[in-house]
């Protein structure tokens, strides 16, 4: 179970008592948001997507920051809640850059998204870049019983990157300030005496244990009873085999009655590993189960995608047609202003109307030319998006995998196929429209990312890149995948940070992984030197900081003027 999945819960009924609390909303935004609510409440989460999406871009268009924020940080929830820990990460990061610090009626809000931020990168088993965040949640937040989950969170975290004094200390302090005999007390009691036994394998964790247990069971709460058994099982795996299969048994029966696949998941584990008949008796049923779990995850994952392009693909008809229509009344108003004029006034005009025309038809054979030039350039980047960044994906898999799946392999091969070819058959279909600069940028980072590789991006946004000249655009494209190809050969890296800062009339490109450095002693190679190169043909400048064995920080200005 994701320690958090009760606060979550809890935190939507906290969203929905700060919507009541505001009489005066007004904004088609906010009514989308409150369906997503609705139906996050009735675990209907692809509907909650759905109406977030839309709360989201309308906001956009109101000029609405607050709900923007809010529509991000469910939207990261939802993505928690499938498992999508990256995707919970950035989008929360998103949420962020709405909301205002000076204000502290947003400060909530703040503490929701880097709760999520830090849950997520906790689960992801980055203990200490999580670490940061639970302060940064607990700095933030203005109610005593979050605050006291916040601090639990961070306990644990503590307590998962073997920090035991430190998240010993920090369970008293939580123990201390909560109300004796409420499930909260029971589960801040659980994960201290869990805590003493990790540190110590000759503490005895059940006394602590039982009494954890016994209120859970008087307060009829079912999750914390499963994490109690799961406690108990785990204390006596090498200690009384007996005890543990008594109590993975009870484990797996809360599992199945609060529908929690995961816990189900480790019980039914722990039954098999512990003895051979159960072994035979639950194989099935786990590896089935597994299997479900996996395919509903990537399921859902692909239903959010869905669901975003479709918004966005609604967004674009929207203004497509938006743009018909004013082009039907221009063309209307041409018709009646020369259906009104005297026929003194066109013999004048023939002239010169023969001569517009010429010219009208020139123009109109150099735009059908450069509508082909750009189709071609459409398909060409289409091309290198679906065929290219997919064959570098299957390269990438091959050169880190002993063990080649064949048949995985063809399978991906197969769908890339596929892909060229519906490009071809949809040549004719499609309006070229130019992908925005921020979605170029995103799409070219990411594809660097893989399964031991994290690539987070941040200030990527439409607002980012207005104004900022073609040229510099460019030639910032070509740095960044120089740098992302000299990070993949070299660094071995597993997560990468790419920040955009835009601030008086300056651009900042902030780079920094976690790979090996850049050896003192070697000199740049012909990529790195070209990127200098690049840099100062801007006028800007690029600073190099590495220690071997300490990652690589890069820090490139460009001024804009």
């Known amino acids: 179970m994701k320690r958090s999945i009760l606060f979550l819960l809890s935190l939507i009924v906290i969203f929905s008592c700060s919507e009541k609390k505001q009489p005066n909303i007004i904004g088609e935004s906010r009514n989308y948001y409150r369906k997503a609510l609705f139906f996050y409440n009735i675990g209907k989460h692809d509907s909650s997507f759905f109406y977030l999406e839309l709360a989201k871009d309308q906001a956009l268009k109101e000029s609405d920051d607050l709900t923007i924020a809010r529509s991000f940080i469910l939207i990261g929830i939802n993505e928690y809640d499938q498992s999508d820990f990256f995707g919970a990460q950035e989008t929360s990061l998103k949420a962020i850059e709405f909301l205002d610090k000076r204000k502290m009626k947003q400060d909530t809000l703040l503490s929701y998204a880097y709760n999520t931020i830090a849950n997520a990168t906790d689960e992801m088993k980055q203990y200490d870049q999580a670490i940061p965040y639970y302060h940064l949640a607990i700095r933030y937040s203005n109610d005593s019983s979050n605050i006291l989950i916040y601090k639990n969170n961070l306990a644990v975290c503590l307590r998962n990157a073997k920090r035991y004094e430190e998240a010993i200390k920090l369970s008293k302090v939580i123990l201390a300030k909560s109300s004796l005999g409420s499930t909260d007390y029971a589960k801040f009691l659980n994960n201290l005496a869990k805590t003493k036994w990790m540190a110590d394998s000759s503490y005895n964790p059940v006394p602590l244990y039982q009494r954890a247990l016994s209120i859970r ?177 299957v390269m990438s898999e091959i050169e880190h995998n002993d063990d080649v799946d064949r048949d995985g392999v063809l399978d991906k091969l197969e769908n890339m196929y596929h892909q060229s070819r519906d490009i071809s058959h949809n040549v004719e279909q499609q309006t070229v429209t130019e992908i925005p600069y921020n979605e170029q940028l995103a799409s070219l980072l990411k594809s660097f990312a893989a399964d031991h590789r994290r690539v987070l991006i941040a200030g990527n946004d439409v607002e980012q890149w207005t104004d900022v000249a073609k040229r510099i655009k460019e030639e910032v494209k070509h740095v960044l995948q120089e740098l992302m190809v000299n990070m993949k050969k070299h660094s071995q890296a597993e997560q990468v940070v790419v920040r955009f800062e835009k601030l008086d009339q300056q651009l900042t490109i902030y780079y920094k992984d976690n790979g090996v450095g850049m050896p003192a002693e070697k000199p740049q190679g012909k990529g790195l030197t070209n990127t200098v190169s690049r840099i100062e043909s801007l006028g800007g400048k690029i600073i190099f900081v590495s220690e071997p064995g300490k990652g690589l920080d890069i820090t490139t200005t460009i001024p804009l003027v």
């Open 217 to 393: 069971l008087k307060e009829k709460d079912l999750w914390g009873q499963n994490s109690s058994y799961a406690s108990l099982a785990r204390y006596y795996d090498d200690k009384n085999i007996d005890s543990s299969i008594h109590y993975l048994n009870r484990q797996y029966k809360v599992a199945v009655e609060i529908k929690s696949a995961d816990d189900q998941l480790n019980a039914l584990r722990g039954l098999i590993q512990s003895n051979a008949l159960y072994s035979q008796r639950y194989l099935s049923t786990y590896l089935a189960l597994n299997d479900s779990i996996q395919q509903a995850r990537a399921a859902a994952k692909n239903q959010f995608a869905l669901i975003r392009y479709e918004v966005e693909k609604n967004k674009t008809e929207n203004l497509r047609l938006e743009k018909e229509n004013a082009e039907k009344q221009n063309r209307l108003i041409r018709q009646r202003v020369i259906t009104g004029a005297s026929f003194f006034l066109l013999v004048l005009l023939a002239g010169g109307g023969t001569l517009w025309y010429k010219r009208r038809k020139q123009r109109l054979e150099l735009e059908a030319e450069n509508k082909v030039k750009e189709t071609q350039l459409h398909l060409s980047k289409k091309i290198h998006d679906v065929v290219a960044n997919g064959i570098y994906r």
